[in-house]
């Protein structure tokens, strides 16, 4: 699993740089920095890690991850998604008074 993570923080590190992803979807291309980190920790690389503080400054750190970075890492079992399950019919939804 660690050279599927690896090989994807090698993709997004070069997507980051791409001027079409940061006009097109500008959240996406805010979060990326977010999940190269993410990764890094997960592989345990300081290269990495040194890397990201220098390209993106270590404040990265402490950003909080949205959605879509959050679903991205969620399927390379880096984190987890507690979503609760969405209700499937209208007897399913409860209504507080």
């Known amino acids: 699993m660690d050279s599927n993570i690896n090989n994807a923080y090698k993709m997004f590190m070069r997507l980051y740089d791409n001027e079409m992803l940061k006009e097109t979807h500008p959240i996406r291309h805010e979060q990326l920095p977010i999940m190269l980190a993410f990764m890094a920790v997960q592989l345990d690389d300081h290269e990495k890690l040194n890397e990201i503080c220098d390209k993106y400054g270590s ?25 609760p399950t969405s209700p499937s019919s209208v007897a399913d939804i409860s209504f507080q008074e």
């Open 59 to 83: 404040d990265i750190f402490n950003t909080p991850i949205g959605g879509w970075g959050s679903f991205i890492l969620s399927q390379f079992n880096i984190i987890t998604q507690n979503r």
